[in-house]
T-cell receptor, first 112, second 117 residues
């Protein structure tokens, strides 16, 4: 069965520091992978997605993620954190049924 | 583009009453919409897949008679929580797939906060 695991339910970084949010997936078929961000009491906004092609994917707000099949990972990074990046981040994978399987979520805290 | 709205954004109801939540795709047609439930500090849990013109497909453990889903048009799906109880209090989020499962991408609504007293 497909699953998504986010390592670390809470990540804290200083403003200007590197952001690294970890995501590992398990899938018997090549997955489609997504990162979403959720601000309090709001829906989810797509940051980036990997379907096929280039394994390094660039998204909005300076985020990027790299699909590593050998490591079954799709970690999210941003070189320099901003205060406005503080939010909940979800990694998700999609099967050919169109359903999304979400990870548990990671709360990103950005300290001034 | 690809905007999804939900109404209401929040609702308080009394135990035993029913509540209807609307999910609309504003600038695209969606033959497939999804309903999720999210508890505080938790991830999203898929409740059901809503298909225009046919019955919804519910995930295991979700009571279809309690959570009624109607996808009456290509831009509107509704979730009705029947005989609501305090444990139904949650954040309900819908999403829509513009290409009926072929884009592998879903656009999410802003969510509806339901509180049952």
């Amino acid at each position: 069965a497909q699953s998504v695991t986010q390592l670390g339910s809470h990540v804290s970084v200083s403003e200007g520091a590197l952001v690294l949010l970890r995501c590992n997936y398990s899938s018997s078929v090549p997955p489609y992978l997504f990162w979403y961000v959720q601000y309090p009491n709001q829906g989810l906004q797509l940051l980036l997605k990997y379907t096929t092609g280039a394994t390094l994917v660039k998204g909005i707000n300076g985020f990027e993620a790299e699909f590593k099949k050998s490591e079954t990972s799709f970690h999210l990074t941003k070189p320099s954190a901003h205060m406005s990046d503080a939010a909940e981040y979800f990694c998700a994978s999609s099967s050919n049924t169109g359903k999304l399987i979400f990870g548990q979520g990671t709360t990103l805290q950005v300290k001034p | 583009g690809a905007v999804v709205s939900q109404h209401p954004s929040w609702v308080i109801c009394k135990s035993g009453t029913s509540v209807k939540i609307e999910c609309r795709s504003l600038d695209f047609q969606a033959t497939t919409m999804f309903w999720y439930r999210q508890f505080p500090k938790q991830s999203l849990m898929l409740m059901a897949t809503s298909n225009e013109g046919s019955k919804a497909t519910y995930e295991q453990g979700v009571e279809k008679d309690k959570f009624l889903i109607n996808h009456a048009s290509l831009t509107l799906s509704t979730l009705t929580v029947t005989s609501a109880h305090p444990e139904d209090s949650s954040f309900y989020i819908c999403s829509a797939d513009p290409l009926a499962g072929h884009s592998y991408e879903q656009y999410f609504g802003p969510g509806t906060r339901l509180t049952v007293t």
